[in-house]
């Protein structure tokens, strides 16, 4: 299993689609990245399935989050 994954995601605010780095070495991870187009923070929630050696991501908008 790769330590350090790029993925694409797809802004939940206006569908602008950018890169993030996930690194695997540190387990589970909640993070967020702004938006380079919108700038709108969007959650994600990276769980790492051990058992089927698998990377999930969890892409939310927490639109109830007013900064
Ligand atoms: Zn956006």
């Known amino acids: 299993m790769r ?16 890169h993030v780095s996930l690194d695997t070495t540190c387990g589970d991870q909640d993070f967020y990245e702004d938006c380079a187009a919108c700038c709108n923070p969007i959650h994600l929630n990276m769980h790492i399935d051990d058992l089927r050696n698998k ?5 939310d908008s927490d ?5």
């Open 63 to 67: 639109d109830e989050q007013i900064f």
């Open 55 to 59: 990377l999930e991501l969890h892409v």
């Open 3 to 18: 330590e350090l994954y790029s993925q694409r995601i797809e802004c939940p605010h206006c569908g602008h689609h950018i």
